[in-house]
T-cell receptor, first 112, second 109 residues
Framework: NAGVTQTPKFQVLKTGQSMTLQCAQD?????MSWYRQDPGMGLRLIHYSVGAGITDQGEVPNGYNVSRSTTEDFPLRLLSAAPSQTSVYFCASSYADGYEQYFGPGTRLTVT | EDQVTQSPEALRLQEGESSSLNCSYT??????LFWYRQDPGKGPEFLFTLYSAGEEKEKERLKATLTKKESFLHITAPKPEDSATYLCAVHAGTYKYIFGTGTRLKVLA
């Protein structure tokens, strides 16, 4: 099993550009989520999904969109990148709410 | 306000020197507390889940304990390969997880 995979590993964007961070899992987990990790702060939840077709906002959703058309994939879209979105982004999946989460390797995003 | 605080921020130990990391929390209803290990440039890796005060779990040189206000991650006779950042997270509500900022552990040979 590959677990949780993310692409790309690194990305540099200019302010105003849009892009999609890809996330896939092969564990048949219903729950998937996106976090951002910034220096001096704990991981913060951006969006999450409890199954195909069902998504909801987390703590810091502004500027991001998600969709979940399949159990395996959960892409994160940046609509119009801003320097404040410079961060490391992690995708995670778990069997259900309250279970341990499995994290991907992360995407380091820089917005100039 | 729900809050998770980890201490110390950083810890340097000699190989074999045991110590403890602290995770204190303030939540209205604890549903579980998780410990993760994070290596540089990688995603967090699950270590333990604790659900109720008095519960303990062990894995190799690591032992996690839980009280009503805090959790400890005890590291016994650490080795250099235990060097990492250790994160704790509180399950504070439906799909609500609050992560601490982590303790950076460096074990010197």
């Amino acid at each position: 099993n590959a677990g949780v995979t993310q692409t790309p590993k690194f990305q540099v964007l200019k302010t105003g550009q849009s892009m999609t961070l890809q996330c896939a899992q092969d564990m048949n987990h219903e729950y998937m989520s996106w976090y951002r990790q910034d220096p001096g702060m704990g991981l913060r939840l951006i969006h999450y999904s409890v199954g195909a077709g069902i998504t909801d906002q987390g703590e810091v959703p502004n500027g991001y969109n998600v969709s979940r058309s399949t159990t395996e994939d959960f892409p994160l879209r940046l609509l119009s990148a801003a320097p404040s979105q410079t961060s490391v982004y992690f995708c995670a999946s778990s069997y259900a709410d309250g279970y341990e989460q499995y994290f991907g390797p992360g995407t380091r995003l820089t917005v100039t | 306000e729900d809050q998770v605080t980890q201490s110390p921020e950083a810890l340097r130990l000699q190989e074999g020197e045991s110590s403890s990391l602290n995770c204190s929390y303030t939540v209205s209803g604890l549903r579980g507390l998780f410990w993760y290990r994070q290596d540089p440039g990688k995603g967090p890796e699950f270590l333990f889940t604790l659900y109720s005060a008095g519960e303990e779990k062990e894995k190799e040189r690591l032992k996690a304990t839980l009280t009503k206000k805090e959790s400890f991650l005890h590291i016994t006779a650490p080795k250099p390969e235990d060097s990492a950042t250790y994160l704790c997270a509180v399950h504070a509500g439906t799909y609500k997880y609050i992560f601490g900022t982590g303790t950076r552990l460096k074990v010197l040979a």
